[in-house]
């Protein structure tokens, strides 16, 4: 009974920290999104949806993309890295307009936004007249 305490309490160990490991996501690259051409999209973002009839009358058209963990638990955490790309590539965030799970973004006179959640974002263009 002794020789299993050791490998019982290793297996244990290890359950309990693997379990404990917490999920991110990663990006391994990028490509333009298929609505708009200028907004970069992770390669390995799988889309979803294309939406050209939205409820919301501010929306011209939207895409919806799934990237596991791309907002952390429950949509809670920004992805820095991606967020980044968007600025190297000219989109100036409206941070005072940031609504929750919802940021906005400008390049020129074409504003997006884009709503992070736990394994999905999507991107949304704004009609020109949209009120922000």
């Not at 990006?27 to 050209?52: E, F, M």
């Not at 919806?64 to 791309?70: A, F, M, R």
């Not at 736990?118 to 949209?130: C, L, N, Q, V, Y």
């Amino acid at each position: 009974m002794k020789n299993l305490r050791i490998p019982v309490i290793m297996l244990t160990l290890l359950l309990i920290t693997s379990g404990c490991a917490s999920a991110t996501y990663e990006i391994t690259g990028y490509t333009s999104s298929s609505i708009i051409a200028d907004i970069p999209v992770p390669t390995n973002a799988k889309p979803l949806k294309v939406t050209t009839d939205s409820a919301n009358p501010n929306i011209k058209i939207s895409e919806t993309y799934e990237l596991k963990h791309i907002g952390g638990e429950q949509g809670l955490y920004t992805p820095a890295d991606y967020f980044q790309k968007l600025h190297d590539e000219g989109w100036v965030e409206l941070e005072e307009n940031q609504m929750g799970h919802v940021h906005f973004f400008k390049k020129n006179d074409t504003v997006v936004a884009i709503e992070i959640r736990e394994d999905t974002f999507e991107i949304h263009e704004m009609k020109k007249d949209a009120p922000l």
